[in-house]
């Protein structure tokens, strides 16, 4: 019992020496040197058709991700289409000429996995993940829902329903209202800037709508086929061939050119009695090709697009204004819009805007210190290792390449191109491209208190 209560004592001084020496440590150790990412190795090709295909191994475990990316969407809509798209894409989940979609999905579930049919504005993806053995039957899968949809003509009217049900739901959220505005100012009358349709709009959908507008925009010249983890690429690659070799080659890939319009409107969208204010300011911005691209990445992350960026220091944590602020830069084909978006409460809102200038003009003046730049770029090198660490985020990073003509470069030299933006970089792609007095801004709230607050993002334009 004696030795036993002397080995306690003793354990319990180690034990207090070592939290002493912990809690007089004053940083953490330094992180490791930062790894650029070694993109895996591709196989694929073109068929006759124009469908083309990517196979990447990856990962130990017995999976596979299968994703079919079309290259259309939303952005291919008339102004008197708008979520015809999701509709189409709604009425193909309804099965094809030989499976309605409840057959499908049990099917896939005996493989181990699920898929999906999602609508964008860019792209139309089909994708599911598998256990590895499954990798060709998905593909089959895949091949079967975008070659043969049965467009169900007696499904049409519920899913046209469901469509009006989220448009009522979107609609009331006051997040969903500014983008709508901001976007509506910033593109006019190009599809990126028509964000809903009217319920009489859907109303007028019909089935033969949706197998023309299915005709006209789908096809294996505008399609890519993604298989990334475990499988067999022999069988894999025969699979492809066989199911998707008969595939009209339909349109060839094209997106409506759009130019965005750098303008400095101010919108308010009134919500009366709001205890909050949605605000939403932006500007059009370099896109992913740009040289200072990534340097403008990271400016983005520095000012107001991490949870440690400054605009969010100063409004969520020392004022108290807003809880989630956040900026972000949103890429489509050939253009690219950076804006800064926050629930800011309503008697604080022209504070709010005149925090965001200073932060914006504060930077444009004083480059950063190294060692907050630093900061950055770790949490931006550390997110990007998360972004490829699963076949999904593969697929994700090799789709951006080929949306936006990007080379493997983009990807490899992505974690050496962050960390060679200097303090003296940020701060000029702060000037030049972060005009405060040159941005549009959209304002959801109780419109008597926005009009009395506007004085002060007047004034906060002219402070330089």
């Not at 191994?57 to 079309?70: D, R, S, T």
């Not at 025969?238 to 008969?246: L, P, R, V």
């Not at 409460?345 to 003009?361: C, N, P, R, Y």
Request: proline fraction near 5%; glycine fraction near 6%.
């Amino acid at each position: 019992m004696k030795k036993l209560i002397q080995n306690n004592f003793v354990a319990l001084i180690v034990f207090v020496f070592t939290l002493s020496a912990f809690a007089q440590k004053q940083t953490p150790p330094a992180g490791g040197t930062p790894k650029d990412f070694n993109l895996p190795a591709k196989s694929g090709k073109t068929l006759a058709n124009g469908l083309r295909s990517t196979l990447v191994q990856y990962g130990a475990l017995p999976k596979v991700n299968v994703e079919l990316i079309i290259k259309t969407g939303n952005v291919h809509e008339t102004a008197e289409e708008v979520w015809l798209t999701d509709l189409t894409c709604a009425l193909m989940k309804e099965g094809t000429a030989t499976m309605n979609f409840k057959a499908i999905s049990k099917k896939v579930a005996g493989m181990g996995g699920d898929v999906t049919i999602n609508a964008g504005m860019d792209n139309v993806t089909i994708s599911g993940a598998v256990l590895s053995e499954f990798a060709p039957d998905l593909v089959k899968v895949i091949a079967d829902l975008v070659m043969h949809p049965a467009f169900p003509s007696g499904e049409i009217e519920r899913l046209k329903s469901d469509l009006k049900r989220q448009l009522v739901v979107q609609k009331s959220v006051p997040q969903s209202q500014a983008s709508e505005r901001f976007f509506q100012l910033i593109y006019k009358d190009h599809p990126y800037g028509r964000s809903f349709p009217t319920e009489k709009m859907i109303s007028s959908y019909s089935t033969e709508m949706v197998k023309s507008f299915y005709t006209k925009n789908f096809g294996a010249k505008r399609s890519v086929i993604y298989v990334v983890g475990k499988f067999d690429e022999q069988a894999v690659g025969k699979a492809i061939d066989e199911t998707f070799a008969s595939w009209a080659a339909g349109p060839d890939v094209n997106y409506p050119p759009a130019t965005p319009v750098r303008t400095n409107e101010i919108a308010i969208i009134n919500r009366p009695d709001a205890p909050q204010t949605t605000v939403m300011l932006g500007t059009p911005t370099l896109t992913p090709t740009d040289k200072d691209a990534v340097a403008l990445q990271v400016t983005n992350s520095l000012l107001g697009g991490s949870f440690g960026s400054r605009i969010t220091s100063n409004i969520r944590e020392d004022k108290g204004y807003t809880y989630s602020p956040f900026s972000t830069i949103q890429n489509r084909k050939g253009v690219s819009v950076w804006y800064e978006e926050a629930d800011v409460t309503s008697k604080d809102t022209g504070a709010s805007l005149q925090e965001i200038a200073k932060e914006i003009k504060r930077l444009q003046k004083e480059t950063p210190s190294k060692e907050e730049l630093e900061g950055i770029q770790r949490y931006m090198a550390g997110t990007f290792v998360l972004q490829n660490s699963n076949p999904g985020g593969i697929i994700g990073q090799l789709n951006f390449l080929d949306q936006h003509g990007l080379s493997d470069t983009y990807l490899t030299d992505r974690v050496k191109n962050i960390y060679a933006v200097t303090p003296e970089k940020v701060s000029q792609i702060t000037r030049d491209h972060f005009k405060y007095e040159d941005m549009t801004l959209v304002l959801v709230g109780d419109k008597k208190l926005l009009e009395k607050q506007i004085k002060m993002h007047e004034a906060a334009k002219k402070v330089k």
